[in-house]
């Protein structure tokens, strides 16, 4: 029932910008924390740019500055705007929700998004 969808990718030069988004849907539980992730070849999945329960961010050192997430909480989405991208960020982004489930919360993951950085 749940639904954890990205979109935004895709092939953009390096300096260039994208906007991703994620939108969750079919579920009525609170939603406890809500952002990105990224894996590159070769590479274990990392956090990008997340929203805590607190409203506070936790936002990666390599995308500081570059990097911005964002969200609107009426629509259960979050984007996340890159600016002055980089080969480097090439990867898979994948949205990640955590949802308050009665006394605990359960992770769910959307199918990811290919961002390629390239000349």
């Known amino acids: 029932q749940v639904q954890v969808v990205e979109s935004g990718g895709g092939l953009v030069a390096p300096g260039g910008s994208l906007r991703l988004s994620c939108t969750v849907s079919?579920?009525?539980?609170?939603?406890?924390?809500m952002g990105w992730y990224r894996q590159a070849p070769g590479k274990q999945r990392e956090l990008v740019a997340t929203?805590?329960?607190?409203?506070?961010?936790n936002v990666a050192e390599s995308v500081k500055g570059r990097f911005t997430v964002s969200k609107d909480n009426a629509k259960n989405t979050v984007y996340l705007q890159m600016n002055s991208l980089k080969p480097e960020d090439t990867a898979v982004y994948y949205c990640?929700?955590?949802?308050?489930?009665?006394?605990?919360?359960?992770?769910?993951w959307g199918q990811g998004t290919q961002v390629t950085v390239s000349t």
């Open positions: 990640n929700v955590e949802l308050i489930h009665w006394t605990t919360t359960r992770e769910y």
């Open positions: 929203f805590s329960s607190g409203g506070t961010t």
């Open positions: 079919g579920s009525t539980f609170s939603i406890y924390s």
